[in-house]
């Protein structure tokens, strides 16, 4: 399998549950990294289906951010998503609203002080 804290597991991919993203310098490296990452998954007995596969993308969306040689931002819609969301009615709703707005706290300044208010 596929960990994370696996040493064998280069240092170019990623991955959670069920998606992998392969990070590369150039597109010859992209070509070596992806050709590795394929047998890897070959000997685990795993596949990649096609139609759920991008190849060679210059940012990607994944796990709720773009990743793009910009760095890593928030997803539009799903920023649009959160502001659309109803106001919370009850401590649940406000556990949920919480939780989701905690997926993007790293690009929110003093994201915790703004929940005290």
Known sequence: NLHAND???PCYLRGSVDDILVLSESFDK???DLKTVFERLRQCCLRALRDKCSFFRVSVKYLGHIIS???IQTDFDKVAAIKDMKPPRCKKHVQS???TCSWYRKFVPNFLMLLVR
């Open 7 to 9: 040493e064998s597991v």
């Open 30 to 32: 992209h070509i070596e």
């Open 69 to 71: 040689p910009d760095g």
């Open 97 to 99: 609203f919480v939780q």
